[in-house]
């Protein structure tokens, strides 16, 4: 399968504090996007890193990409009870014709509470 | 900007029955749309691609004559589910990427949850 690792599965916080998750994947990437689903919701795009990119930011998001190791983590400070939701990463392709399909990791599931 | 409206938001249908899925790119053009299914707690799994006047390309494994899409105008594309059964019942997401939009950023619809009787 094609398809990424993310870690943790599930990821339980208190308000106020910092989330990490972490993706692995497989293949050589053109870009690697992070995305938000809210139970039984569509997704939301929060943040692209190109490949020949190491870090961005976004308002409380951090990304970081490591292609020598075929990984990238989220970092989400301050958190929020609005930012319980899982978050997928998801890879685009760097062979031809393969950069506008996405390739979504397993998921984590993060959970803040009050 | 850049809003998918996806209809039925849920549907329950009799095993046997068609049951056809709409996306909307309501604010831009979308040159290319995506279908995708996910089932709990997992993540999504690509079914096809479509671009607007041409078949849709589909995965390994998914079923040409089971799923059909239909990606008839730069706005629109629809999936069915031909002769539904239950095993069918999934959460199914559209997404649409435009050339003019964010390159590589897919906008996706809210779902629609499936289930077959």
Redesign the interface.
């Known amino acids: 399968s094609q398809q990424g690792e993310e870690d943790p599965q599930a990821l339980s916080i208190q308000e106020g504090e910092n989330a990490t998750m972490n993706c692995s994947y497989k293949t050589s990437i053109n870009n690697l996007q992070w995305y938000r689903q809210n139970s039984g919701r569509g997704l939301v795009h929060l943040i692209l890193i190109r490949s020949n990119e190491r870090e961005k930011h976004s308002g409380r998001l951090r990304v970081t990409l490591d292609t020598s190791k075929k990984s990238s983590s989220l970092l989400i400070t301050a958190s929020r009870a609005a930012d319980t939701a899982s978050y997928f990463c998801a890879t685009a392709g760097a062979g031809a014709g393969t950069a506008s399909k996405l390739t979504f990791g397993t998921g984590t599931r993060l959970q803040v509470t009050l | 900007g850049a809003v ?1 409206s ?1 209809h039925p938001s849920w549907v329950i249908c009799k095993s046997g029955t068609s049951v056809k899925i709409e996306c909307r790119s309501l604010d831009f053009q979308a040159t ?1 749309m ?1 279908w995708y299914r996910q089932f709990p ?4 799994m ?1 079914m096809a ?1 479509s671009n607007e006047g041409s078949k849709a390309t589909y995965e390994q494994g998914v079923e040409k004559d089971k799923f059909l899409i239909n990606h008839a105008s730069l706005t629109l594309s629809t999936l069915t589910v031909t002769s539904a059964h239950p095993e069918d019942s999934s ?1 199914y ?1 559209c ?1 649409a ?1 435009a050339q003019n939009l ?10 629609t ?1 499936l289930s077959v009787l």
Request: proline residues 0%.
């Open positions: 998918v996806q290319t995506f707690k997992q993540s999504l690509l691609t959460f997401i997404s990427s964010a390159k590589n950023i897919q906008y996706f619809g809210a779902g949850r």
